[in-house]
């Protein structure tokens, strides 16, 4: 499985972006499509995730209500519009799949991971 992660930028305080992931290869067993970030000198976080069968979605407590997880399943995409940005948002945004069970938030049981696309929120 081959993920690649798009529509990072620089936006300001307040402002809107909407982040896709394409999936390609063998997705037909695909369990659970998730986005995580990383701020510079933290840990990987846990920010989205959406069980491919059921699409019940699951988001971190700092993001819910700001950042919506959602899917094209005929495209094998997940996108992440991400609304109200904080700068404590920016971060380096990365899609990552699991073809079997795992953690919603553990980093280290996600497969396969897209290259990572930089979001920068400005004050």
Avoid at 8 to 27: E, F, H, P
Avoid at 31 to 37: D, E, K, L, N, P
Avoid at 44 to 55: H, K, P, Q, T, Y
Wanted: with cysteine; hydrophobic share 35%; charged share 20%.
């Amino acid at each position: 499985v081959q993920l690649q992660a798009f529509g990072g930028g620089l936006v300001q305080a307040g402002g809107s972006l909407r982040l896709s992931c394409a999936a390609s290869g063998r997705t037909s067993s695909t369990y659970r499509m998730v986005w995580f970030r990383q701020a510079p000198g933290k840990e990987r976080e846990f920010v989205a995730g959406l069980n491919w069968s059921s699409g019940f979605k699951s988001y971190s407590d700092s993001v819910k209500g700001r950042f919506t997880m959602s899917r094209d399943i005929a495209k094998n995409t997940v996108d992440l519009e991400m609304n109200s940005l904080k700068p404590e948002d920016t971060a380096v945004y990365y899609c990552a799949a699991a073809m079997r069970p795992v953690t919603l938030r553990d980093h280290e049981g996600y497969d396969f991971w897209g290259q990572g696309t930089q979001v920068t929120v400005s004050s």
